[in-house]
């Protein structure tokens, strides 16, 4: 929490950093800050208490269980815009100023959201709709698989469409993200100027470093929630996905790109210089 509202109040506070890679990288950061709220409280909550007080009531399990995969959906949709401001910035760097206005900033943003929202509203509305025969979820917290396996109906419904939302999700961010950091390779290859191929190769292996983390987390989950009896390993995989990638995004981007480093370290400066005086 600190770290990802820290870098989003630094961004929006330095005017040196309102340039469109880093606002639309506090997309991520107030994304992994809507993530934790909505997960960690209630696991803490658990912790504390014993097997026969460990309940949620449905509307709050439903509720949950729509942010923990806007949460999810949202992470990939804004790592795809990113991947597009980084072609563009690579590959067409006299027209960047042109293309990535703040209209198209503003743009991007709301596409990344609205497509998320509206996938995942129809991925809960068709396992709301079921009626329910069991009470017991057996996962760490609320998500579409856990509603769906409350029901004593048939949920091939369920289970096609929310196949659907896993390829057409992780296939287009995989395919978006593969096929610009291809043209972006291309580029460098033919470029001779070392200067850009070297900014080009830190900041993009950045943001491919947090994807790949997403990406490999995403899998995992989605393939253990086909195996009930690795239950316990799923919940360690959620835990690992929900609490330690948000964490690791604002320390990646905070540390290795070099203007939010350089605007982090002269703040600290500045207040032990006040510090001193005083």
């Known amino acids: 929490m600190v770290s990802n509202l820290g870098l989003v109040i630094l961004i929006f506070s330095s005017r040196s950093l309102h340039q469109p890679m880093y606002l639309l990288f506090c997309n991520m950061s107030i994304n992994d800050v ?14 504390l208490l014993s097997d026969s007080e460990r309940y949620i009531h449905y509307i709050s399990c439903v509720t949950q269980a729509f942010c923990v995969h806007l949460y999810g959906s949202t992470s990939h949709t804004v790592l795809m815009i990113m991947a597009f401001d980084r072609y563009v910035a690579i590959c067409n760097p006299l027209r960047y100023s042109t293309i990535m ?8 943003s709301v596409a990344a959201w609205t ?5 995942v509203s ?36 369920n289970q096609v469409y929310g196949l659907g939302y896993t390829v057409v999700l992780l296939g287009s ?8 950091y291809l043209k972006i390779a ?18 993009c292996a950045t943001h491919l470093t947090v994807y790949v983390l ?3 987390s995403a899998f995992i989950i989605v393939i253990l929630h ?53």
Do not use: W
Not at 115 to 119: E, F, G, I
Not at 173 to 180: I, M, N, R
Not at 188 to 203: D, P, Q
């Open 226 to 278: 086909r195996f009930p009896q690795l239950s316990d390993h799923r919940k360690v995989a959620a835990i690992l996905g929900e609490v330690v990638l948000p964490a690791l995004n604002a320390v990646i981007y905070g540390l290795q790109i070099k203007e939010i480093r350089q605007r982090i370290i002269s703040v600290f400066q500045n207040k032990a210089a006040l510090m001193l005086l005083k």
């Open 122 to 157: 129809i991925l809960l509305g068709l396992s709301i709709r079921l009626s329910r025969c069991r009470s017991v979820i057996s996962n760490l917290f609320c998500d579409n698989a856990s509603l769906f396996k409350l029901s004593c109906e048939s949920v091939l419904i």
């Open 34 to 47: 809507f993530g934790a709220t909505i997960i960690i409280p209630h696991v803490l909550r658990d912790l």
């Open 214 to 216: 997403l990406l490999v």
């Open 186 to 203: 291309a580029v460098c290859l033919s470029s001779k100027n070392k200067v850009l191929n070297s900014k080009a190769l830190h900041t």
């Open 101 to 108: 206005t703040n209209r198209m900033v503003v743009n991007l």
């Open 173 to 180: 961010s995989l395919g978006s993200v593969t096929l610009t």
């Open 115 to 119: 497509v998320a929202l509206v996938m």
